[in-house]
């Protein structure tokens, strides 16, 4: 079965910096990669995602993805109080009865 | 989020039988329910795509999942146990296919005695 790993459980960095979040999977047949955030007592939202090795920006987040390495990335430029949330990374393979593995999360915290 | 709406909010219970009920408006042909434990990450139940049921085989079976149609999706639940403490996410996709964006609602929390 699937195992997806993230890193670090937690962290605590300043308004304005730069995160970086991480993510292993076990299964070299993973096709998609995705961050959720969730914010204390909301459901998950979609971040953005990836299907091919490389890397894709949308504003402040950028996603990396190194299939040969099982690992993909988040990163956050300029971290903003808004960002402190729960992130999950989630992986999935074809024909996995449409099941999303996600990981244990990491608990991002930004101070003012 | 409006577009995926669930009932109750909150759910304290002994040992009863329940209904937890989800409607999503976003036309998508898969729902799915997941149970987020504390401090976990969220954990699929049960998944219907175009009404076909796919079930995760760890979940107890007094968990019972409803389609009435293809906006609706319905958990039943009998005798809880303390350990379904939990929150109950109803989601949705487009197709139902492995690689898709999940939309989930806000949850139903429920508490067992």
């Known amino acids: 079965q699937q195992k997806v790993q993230q890193s670090p459980e937690s962290l605590i960095v300043p308004e304005g910096a730069m995160t970086s979040l991480n993510c292993t999977f076990s299964?070299?047949?993973?096709?998609?990669f995705a961050w959720y955030r969730q914010h204390s007592g909301k459901a998950p939202k979609a971040l953005m995602s990836?299907?091919?090795?490389g890397e894709k920006e949308e504003g402040r987040f950028t996603i990396h993805l190194n299939k040969a390495s099982l690992h993909f990335s988040l990163h956050i430029r300029d971290s903003q109080p808004s960002d402190s949330a729960l992130y999950l990374c989630?992986?999935?393979?074809?024909?996995?009865?449409?099941?999303?593995?996600f990981g244990d999360g990491t608990q991002l915290v930004v101070k003012p | 989020n409006t577009k995926i709406t669930q009932s109750p909010r909150y759910l304290i219970l002994g040992r009863a039988n329940k209904s937890l009920e989800c409607e999503q408006h976003l036309g998508h042909n898969a729902m799915y329910w997941y149970k987020q434990s504390a401090e976990k990450p969220p954990e699929l139940m049960f998944l219907?795509?175009?009404?076909?049921?796919?079930r995760n085989e760890t979940v107890p079976s007094r968990f019972i999942p409803e389609c009435p149609d293809s906006s609706k999706l319905l958990l039943h639940i009998s005798a809880v146990d303390p350990e379904d403490s939990a929150v109950y996410f109803c989601a949705s996709s487009q197709s139902g296919i492995s690689n898709e964006r999940l939309f989930f609602g806000h949850g139903t929390k429920l508490s067992v005695l």
């Open positions: 990836i299907f091919s090795n």
């Open positions: 299964d070299s047949a993973s096709q998609y």
């Open positions: 989630a992986v999935s393979m074809m024909n996995s009865n449409n099941r999303i593995f």
């Open positions: 219907y795509n175009l009404k076909q049921l796919i």
